[in-house]
């Protein structure tokens, strides 16, 4: 599974900005995929996770202004972010799960983007 992000950049304190992340390779093993964030000295964090079935999760810092959606037939997931906070300034970073059954047991694998830069300016 190889992803790739799109859509980072520079915007000032309550503008929007969406990202895009685009799977390709074993997608149809992908069941979970989200978005994690690093900022300069802190540890990567949760953003926002979706599932196949469509199934959200958010970060408290985000809820009610990013949102996070996907397109399975395209293997697309998007993250649209409003409202956006000089403290949400971090690489963003794509994320997919997959999961493998085998006669061993369960296995997971995780599975990153590069990451794409997000500032927001006060």
């Known amino acids: 599974v190889q992803l790739v992000e799109f859509g980072g950049g520079l915007v000032q304190a309550g503008e929007s900005l969406r990202l895009s992340c685009q799977a390709s390779?074993?997608?149809?093993?992908?069941?979970?995929m989200g978005w994690y964030r690093q900022a300069p000295g802190e540890q990567r964090e949760l953003v926002a996770t979706?599932?196949?079935?469509?199934?959200?999760n958010y970060a408290d810092s985000v809820k009610g202004r990013f949102t996070i959606s996907r397109d399975n037939a395209k293997n697309i997931v998007w993250l649209q972010m409003n409202s956006l906070k000089p403290e949400d300034t971090a690489v963003y970073y794509c994320?997919?799960?997959?999961?493998?059954?085998?006669?061993?047991?369960?296995?997971?694998?995780?599975?990153w983007g590069q990451g794409t830069q997000v500032t927001v300016s006060s």
């Open positions: 979706i599932s196949n079935a469509g199934s959200t």
């Open positions: 390779g074993r997608t149809a093993d992908i069941d979970r």
């Open positions: 994320h997919g799960h997959v999961t493998v059954f085998t006669i061993e047991g369960r296995s997971n694998f995780d599975y």
